[in-house]
């Protein structure tokens, strides 16, 4: 097996498998078979190798990266056949473009605004716990006050401790049943027949107040210091947050539990720790938070789209035992329902006025929605249902169906260029049945020309005394010129040139009828009217019968030439359309006497070039024949010699005309006369081929007819 028949394999491999669709068709196709091919090898290799060995090692690699790669091109190659697929159809190139134009941006917004309404939520649910603990900070700072005014005011009294705060007790047994309180003067601490606060929180040194984050638990402290007659007083209350404090301060908001939060070296299982950066933060440490005080319960949802939610923040407090500042964390489980009756009832009827037109703006851009969805959709079917016609209205074209017809059914561009459609169909509907009648036509003239050839003579019967050229040229597919040559007997001949006014079919059908009724009357048999009428239906048998035989008639029975051209007047007059007529020359050749009578019905003279170069006009006869009922012609016998030339043309071959002018006599005379020595078909040639170079790149205006003739 030599490289060439290898070559021939491999490419019929290739065609069978294209054929097949099992050969990759383009240039990352191959790719990935090359890939998957070098990692079959390379992993194969790696399993032949020695596991200890290191080439067992780099072929395991590379299998490695062969596999990446051919991966990644199989995703991307996989992500264009999809592609393909899913997009081929308008519909859904449609589809995926209003998903990206409109759906994707409306999900874009609508994701934006859950989120900036959880944030919103979330902030809010904030500053409500946040607000409510800080007005339990002022409460507490205002009963602090209060106190500290009833112990002044004991103490300046010279009252005997301990001191009896009995103004503050039933206020401050309401709002903090477990208040603690002591207090200082000049640095003294009182007898207070009250709650003591413990030694380790009521350190007056410590100038600390609000929430206080003390041994995992939360507690309000509050300090008053002011100077009266009997020195400084100083004054600490202590209340812890509890469940209790917290239902009262935050209520009617769901679950809400705060944290606190204690340091830890490292994560531990299961626990969440956070760092916090702040300057007066330990850094190198982490913490957890620690539920302190919860309060509260889920709140149920009091419609069907009240989703519960969960809100996280953090709120300022005072870490007691470093003295700085200790975020503590608050969580609060609660309902949109629940916000909505928090934020919204303190505003009172503007709230719910904003409320409900918050709602209305909603139900508006959700109907305005629809209303686009709808329109969308409507527009996406009216494009793709029209294309679709259009799709399998081009099948049905494929097909050969010129006749199927898109139904319209709207008013637009996709409906005009549907209605476009319909009109090219029909056009080409059209154009193909005027082809096929042309075809017809054309296979109809061709037989006609084929049936014109048979009319003409194939092969002139030549005397001795007379040698005999013609050649017609039509214009068209068929000619209205006419030229014949009839024999009379041994040295008899009768020349006839003729041509029909107008061009084609009509023409070469008087052109038939002409040829007969001339073979018919220059026999010399005088017709009946019926004979008349029925002479151009047997012009091809008349003429295979005349060229298929040698006629022989006494000489006392031919008709001259003018007698039979008047005939030919009168069958031509009553036998065609008024606008019809025909130029004929007609003439007799008598060999024995070398003499040639003649009559001219209309038809260009023809010429007879004697042998010295005179020439000669052949005009004598009359008008043309077929415009008038009756019409006289006369004839004239002409003495011809050895030499002397004949030549009959049509205006086809002088009335030509370019820049120049036109063709003319005399350069036809010029012409025949320079070569008059040359055979008659070689002067033929020349003549016609001057023509055409007259003529040019234009078309032939009319029939080329040239009969010759030479005495000899």
Same mark, same amino acid.
């Not at 009997?230 to 239902?247: A, D, R, W, Y």
């Not at 002409?638 to 030549?647: A, E, I, P, T």
């Given at each position: 097996m030599n490289l060439d028949s290898i070559k021939t394999f491999l490419r019929d491999l290739r065609r069978r498998l294209l054929a097949a669709g099992f050969y990759p068709r383009t240039g990352v196709s191959r790719f990935a078979v090359w890939v998957a091919g070098l990692y079959l090898v390379s992993e194969a290799l790696a399993l032949v190798m020695p596991a200890s060995s290191k080439w067992a090692g780099i072929f395991g690699g590379w299998a490695r990266f062969f596999e990446f790669v051919f991966i990644c091109v199989a995703i991307f190659l996989l992500f264009r056949w999809v592609r393909r697929k899913l997009l081929w159809r308008l519909r859904n190139r449609l589809i995926v473009t209003y998903v990206f134009i409109g759906v994707i941006p409306v999900v874009l917004i609508l994701t934006m605004v859950i989120a900036a309404g959880y944030i919103l939520g979330n902030q809010i649910t904030t500053m409500l716990v946040h607000r409510d603990l800080l007005a339990e900070v002022q409460s507490l700072d205002t009963l602090n006050s209060t106190a500290s005014q009833e112990i002044a005011s004991q103490l300046q009294k010279k009252a005997t401790p301990p001191l009896h705060l009995s103004t503050l007790e039933s206020a401050s047994t309401q709002r903090f049943p477990q208040w603690t309180i002591a207090a200082w003067v000049n640095g003294k601490l009182i007898d207070i027949a009250a709650p003591k606060a413990s030694a380790d929180l009521a350190d007056r040194s410590r100038d600390i107040s609000g929430v206080l984050l003390h041994e995992h638990g939360l507690l309000i402290?509050?300090?008053? =210091?002011?100077?009266?007659? =009997?020195?400084?007083?100083?004054? #600490?209350?202590?209340?812890?947050?509890?469940?209790?404090?917290?239902?009262?301060? #935050?209520?009617?908001?769901?679950l809400v539990t705060l944290y606190s939060l204690e340091p830890v070296q490292s994560k531990s299982g299961g626990q969440v720790s956070v760092t916090f950066s702040d300057k007066n933060i330990d850094n190198d440490k982490n913490f957890r938070p620690v539920p302190a005080v919860r309060a509260g319960a889920e709140p149920p949802p009091e419609y069907r789209f009240d989703p519960l939610l969960l809100f996280g923040s953090v709120f300022p407090a005072t870490d007691w035992n470093t003295g700085k500042n200790f975020p503590a964390l608050v969580r609060v489980s609660t309902r949109p329902s629940i916000l909505n009756h928090r934020v919204f009832t303190d505003l009172g009827e503007v709230g719910s006025a904003f409320l409900i037109g918050l709602a209305i703006l909603a139900i508006a851009f959700g109907i305005i929605e629809l209303i686009a969805l709808f329109i969308g959709v409507r527009l996406t079917r009216t494009i793709t249902g029209s294309i679709s016609q259009l799709y399998r209205a081009t099948q049905h074209i494929n097909r050969g169906d010129l006749a199927h017809r898109i139904t319209v059914q709207s008013n637009d561009q996709l409906a005009s260029l549907e209605t476009s459609f319909n009109s090219m169909s029909e056009s080409l509907q059209r154009l193909l049945e005027e082809q096929k009648e042309k075809q017809r036509m054309e296979n109809e003239l061709a037989i006609a020309q084929e049936v014109q050839a048979q009319l003409f003579p194939r092969d002139p019967k030549t005397l001795e005394s007379l040698e005999l050229h013609g050649i017609c040229k039509p214009a068209r597919t068929v000619s209205g010129d006419y030229y014949d040559f009839v024999s009379l007997g041994e040295e008899r001949l009768g020349i006839a040139v003729g041509d029909i006014s107008g061009k084609g079919i009509s023409a070469a059908l008087l052109m038939a009828t002409i040829h007969s009724a001339v073979r018919v009357f220059e026999l010399g048999t005088m017709p009946e009217p019926s004979e008349l009428v029925a002479a151009s239906a047997a012009a091809i048998a008349t003429t295979a019968q005349v060229q298929g035989r040698r006629w022989s008639v006494a000489a006392e029975r031919l008709q001259s030439p003018a007698d039979v051209l008047m005939l030919m007047n009168r069958h031509v007059y009553h036998s065609t359309s008024p606008e019809k007529y025909a130029t004929l020359f007609l003439g007799i050749y008598d060999g024995n006497s070398r003499s040639f009578i003649y009559s001219n019905g209309g038809h260009l003279p023809p010429f007879v070039i004697h042998d010295s170069g005179e020439v000669r006009k052949l005009e004598t006869g009359g008008l043309v024949i077929g415009l008038f009922p009756e019409i006289v012609l006369e004839?004239?016998?002409?003495?011809?010699?050895?030499?002397?030339?004949? #030549?009959?043309?049509?205006?086809?071959?002088t009335e030509p005309e370019n820049e120049f002018g036109e063709f003319g006599e005399d350069r036809l005379l010029d012409l025949v006369r320079s070569n008059r020595h040359l055979s008659l078909d070689r002067i033929s040639d020349i003549v016609i081929t001057a023509v055409q170079d007259w003529i040019g790149d234009n078309e032939q205006p009319d029939d080329v007819t040239l009969v010759l003739a030479r005495v000899r």
């Open positions: 402290r509050s300090l008053r =210091s002011r100077r009266g007659p =009997s020195g400084n007083l100083q004054v #600490v209350m202590l209340v812890p947050v509890t469940t209790e404090l917290l239902s009262r301060a #935050v209520p009617d908001l769901g004839e004239e016998r002409v003495k011809l010699s050895r030499g002397d030339m004949f #030549v009959a043309f049509s205006d086809g071959v």
